[in-house]
């Protein structure tokens, strides 16, 4: 067993070279052995793939082999383990895209990717060819139903399915069925730290784009195909609403419909979501010289974002409506119920939503 | 549309203008325009990929000089890529155009320009950056994101449509007959996507709006392209619809069917029994007399222009088989009487001949075949209706189909009593000559008539010599000018030399005899038939199994 997990090393770090500027110093005999290496790992595969044992094994390995690898090579791509069962497919792609590799070992490599009705050597292995072509023949699939989604549709009655794109939405059920699985594997850890590693090292990698990240939470609070059992979407909501921070960043990020429909689906959720949005209101000043509510510091948290909220959560389903409803007239009261504009900012919003 | 039928097949400059249009215009329709034609292009692709196989690439570009645009253009249009057929032969064309050794400048450049469109065509898709780590921290391969996402997007409109197709009447449809027309339109590329299957299902399944078929008619038939080359698999009810609302898928299936039989000579009853079985023309067929008449017209039509070709007969009479089958033991809702499908025949004669030799007890069958004959004749002769043409030819058309009851006939007719053999003869001759207008049937049934006559006398015989048959022989050879006469003959002597009691010492030489060695495949299909009744219909028979095996080692050795 020790010898696989050093092999998996060996293959990380053959297809982590693959991509960097390192194969200018490859030749054809390197590329034979490269690709011998890599048949070896799909028989591996093949091998361990129905052994759970084993195969979580190699996958915890090639989560901490991704994690160092990532720290030393540039752009590195990330391992599963089900790409040891394409490793020749995805050895040949990282090739293929690297211009560091010398001219004739790249024309020699082309070679592969010619189908085989051209092969006067008879019937050769074209798993790494068909597996490529697989994957683009589903991209261009994904992009011909996108044409068919656009097709003109009156609303219907869920508008939230037509705010998550299929891309979020995806990937939402994928981050909550990987989770369901890892929960079950019974080497796993507490289960709350699964998650709050899980999604920290999604935060990490959509750093660039938080908007993104918090699309995709929605979408795994949101996902349709949940076993109720395992307790995972729980888990999700519990990890974004343990962060103050986080669920505002959440909160901007998402749309409002999506917001709305969460608040629906999740109590403790609609809670958190009205507290938020109170001490946000709380925070605004009345500026006199303009005639409008501001917030003192962030200039995002503008007047109009916050009416559209509210009336978000108005239009929403009824539950929602009246928890609303009561809140704000009994936060209205609270303030002293003035009827006139600039005094409270209960009022005004009151005022506000009911003119829309 | 009308502009697509005067089309020449090959015209590249055709082509060309197409992709420029498709490339500029990203608008709804212009993707659409790509699926209607898709079809076309696939041949076009096809055609230019035979014509590019023999050239070297300096040569093709002098011939083709635009082709490469065209490929080019044709790789980057995602409704060209989703279909796995255009892919792979796009993919070829490239290739047809890469040289392994650079002759010149221009072999080197369309070296550098063909590895980049390939590169982009697949090695991009495996390695684009943009969502890999995320992917890859979950622990799933590109591959089953991307199937992910299409999943996505298929159950969604999956949902939608089966929300909208059954729905009360008051409740506005969501889906318009427009947008399901552009929905089945944009899935013509997706026909044979593995992921798009339920969406595929669904939209055939939707409940049809009532006035004229709303799903686009090339959707309908890349399905029905589809299903034939099993490239894809649906359930039966979804595949009967299909046919119920797009004829020429209906017709290319049995067409396929007939062709493979007819092409394949060697099938064993059994495989053909499957063949047909698979087909699932006999379950349509017993639950929709309109895709009876259908297939049986189909049949009819063949039977006429091959002239009777035996293997069609013999499909015929397996199609009913199976089509009575199911239409006895099928799903018992609403189960159509048998005078739907079978308009023109007379109920007493359906009665007799729709049941097949196999369902009725040997000791009957004599009893039966009078019963069959009897009614033929009054079917036949009745001045009304069957003494007409359309009678005459309607009723002979019904014997075709239950031609195993003729088959059993020239079986028992050496062995059976005066009076029966009288009507057997009639049956035989009426089977071949079913026209009666210059008396041929009458001259076949005097002839046929002496011949039964003298291999009667030798029946019980157990010492014979080829002698002894030679008058009956020579006899039937003068007037075997028909090839139906002379079927007839050859299945007398060959039931009386499998079940006589002196035959099988004779039978070689016999046969031999018989067709002057020739027309061995005729005695050969005879033989599989006698063997495959033998065994059906459980008669013990062991001298007729010796016999038979004999003639058949003796006709391999032969061949």
Redesign the interface.
């Known amino acids: 067993m020790e010898s696989i997990l050093q092999n998996l090393n060996g293959m990380a770090e053959l297809l982590a070279v693959a991509r960097s500027e390192y194969v200018s110093h490859w030749d054809p005999e390197t590329v034979q052995r490269a690709f011998q290496w890599a048949t070896y790992f799909e028989h591996l595969h093949d091998r361990f793939r129905t052994n759970t044992r084993v195969h979580k094994a190699l996958a915890d390995r090639l989560l901490s082999i991704n994690e160092s690898l990532r720290n030393t090579f540039g752009l590195y791509r990330e391992l599963s383990f089900k790409d040891v069962g394409h490793c020749r497919g995805v050895l040949l792609a990282s090739l293929l895209s690297n211009p560091a590799l010398p001219k004739t070992l790249s024309d020699t490599l082309f070679a592969r990717l010619r189908p085989c009705c051209f092969d006067t050597t008879g019937q050769r292995d074209q798993s790494d060819l068909n597996h490529l072509i697989g994957i683009a023949r589903l991209k261009a699939a994904s992009k011909v139903l996108s044409h068919a989604l656009k097709l003109d549709g009156s609303t219907g009655t869920k508008p939230y399915l037509l705010l998550l794109d299929p891309e979020t939405e995806t990937k939402g059920e994928m981050v909550l069925k990987s989770l369901e699985t890892w929960m079950r594997c019974p080497s796993a850890g507490p289960r709350d730290k699964l998650v709050d590693s899980l999604f920290a090292q999604l935060q990490q990698d959509k750093i660039n784009n938080s908007s993104d990240f918090s699309k995709i939470v929605a979408a795994v609070l949101l996902a349709k195909q949940t076993s109720t059992e395992s307790g995972a979407v729980d888990l999700a909501l519990k990890w974004l609403l343990s962060n103050r921070c986080q669920l505002q960043t959440f909160c901007l990020g998402v749309p409002c419909a999506l917001l709305s429909e969460l608040a629906h689906r999740y109590p403790a959720f609609r809670c958190a979501y009205l507290e938020l949005l109170t001490k946000w209101a709380r925070s605004m000043e009345y500026d006199f010289s303009c005639g409008d509510w501001r917030h003192g510091s962030s200039p995002e948290l503008n007047w109009k974002e916050l009416v559209d909220r509210f009336m978000y959560l108005l239009e929403g389903p009824t539950l929602v409506k009246e928890a609303t409803e009561t809140a704000l007239c009994a936060l209205k009261a609270d303030d002293g119920d003035f009827e006139v504009w600039g005094i409270s900012v209960w009022t005004d919003l009151l005022i506000a939503l009911k003119k829309m | 549309m009308a502009q697509q039928s005067t089309i020449p097949a090959f015209c590249l400059e055709y082509w060309q203008n197409k992709a420029v249009e498709w490339g500029q215009a990203t608008t709804?329709a212009s993707?659409q325009d790509v699926?209607l034609h898709l079809q076309q292009l696939k041949d076009f692709l096809q055609e230019i990929f035979q014509k590019l196989q023999h050239m070297n690439t300096t040569a093709a570009i002098k011939t083709f000089p635009l082709v490469g645009q065209l490929l080019g253009r044709l790789c980057w249009n995602?409704?060209?890529?989703?279909d796995?057929e255009s892919?792979?032969t796009l993919?070829?064309c490239l290739?047809c155009l890469y040289s392994?050794e650079p002759q010149n400048a221009i072999e080197l450049k369309a070296n550098d320009w063909i590895?980049s469109l390939?590169?982009h065509?697949?090695?991009?898709?495996?390695?684009e950056?943009e969502n890999?780590?995320?992917?890859?921290?979950?622990?799933?391969?590109?591959?089953?994101?991307?199937?992910?996402?299409?999943?996505?997007?298929?159950s969604?409109?999956v949902t939608?449509l089966r929300e909208s197709c059954c729905n009360g009447i008051h409740m506005?449809k969501?889906?318009t007959p427009d947008?399901l027309h552009?929905?089945s339109v944009?899935?013509i590329?997706?026909v044979t996507?593995l992921?798009?299957a339920p969406l595929i299902e669904a939209l055939l399944t939707c409940c049809e709006s009532g006035s004229g078929e709303t799903l686009s008619a090339d959707f309908l038939k890349a399905v029905g392209t589809a299903l034939l080359q099993k490239k894809i698999g649906l359930q039966e009810t979804v595949i009967i619809g299909l046919w119920l609302r797009y004829l020429p898928s209906l017709e290319n299936v049995t067409l396929h069917l007939i062709e493979t039989v007819v092409s394949t000579p060697h099938f064993s009853p059994q495989e053909m029994e499957s063949l047909i079985n698979d087909s699932l023309l006999p379950k349509a067929s017993a639950r929709h007399p309109h895709i009876f008449m259908i297939v049986d017209t189909i049949f009819r039509n063949i039977l006429l222009e091959s002239d009777g070709y035996l293997l069609v007969q013999t499909l015929m009479q397996m199609f009913t088989r199976s089509f009575i089958q199911a239409l006895l033991f099928g799903e018992a809702q609403d189960k159509p009487p048998l005078k739907a499908f079978f308009p023109h025949n007379p109920q007493p004669l359906l009665m007799a001949l729709l049941k097949h030799p196999s369902d009725v007890p040997s000791q009957v069958w004599p009893q039966h075949l009078l019963c069959i004959v009897e009614t033929l004749k009054v079917a036949v002769e009745d001045k009304d209706n069957g003494g007409s043409q359309r009678g005459l030819f309607e009723n002979w058309f019904l014997l075709v189909h239950c031609g195993d009851w003729v088959d059993i006939a020239a079986q028992q007719l050496i062995a059976s009593k005066a009076e029966t053999s009288e009507a057997l003869l009639w049956l035989l001759a009426f089977y071949h000559h079913p026209n009666n207008e210059n008396q041929q049937r009458t001259k076949l049934l005097a002839v046929a008539r002496k011949v039964c006559d003298h291999l009667k006398v030798l029946f019980s015989s157990t010492t014979l010599s080829l002698s002894h048959l030679q008058t009956s022989l020579d006899l039937a050879e003068a007037n075997s000018e028909e090839s139906g006469s002379k079927y007839m003959f050859n299945q007398l002597f060959l039931n009386f030399l499998l079940f006589s009691a002196g035959g099988q010492v004779i039978a070689k030489d016999a046969v031999h005899l018989m067709t002057h060695g020739n027309l061995l495949n005729g005695i050969s299909a005879m033989l599989a038939g006698a063997e495959h009744r033998l065994n059906s219909y459980g008669l013990m028979d062991y001298k007729a199994h010796r016999t038979l095996k004999l003639l058949q080692e003796h006709l391999k050795r032969k061949a």
């Open positions: 709804l993707q699926c995602p409704c060209v890529v989703a796995e892919q792979r993919l070829q290739w392994a590895q390939i590169r065509l697949i090695s991009d898709s495996e390695t950056t890999n780590s995320f992917i890859q921290i979950l622990g799933y391969t590109s591959e089953e994101y991307h199937s992910n996402v299409v999943k996505c997007m298929v969604s409109l939608e506005p969501r889906f947008r552009s929905l944009f899935c590329p997706l996507c992921e798009a």
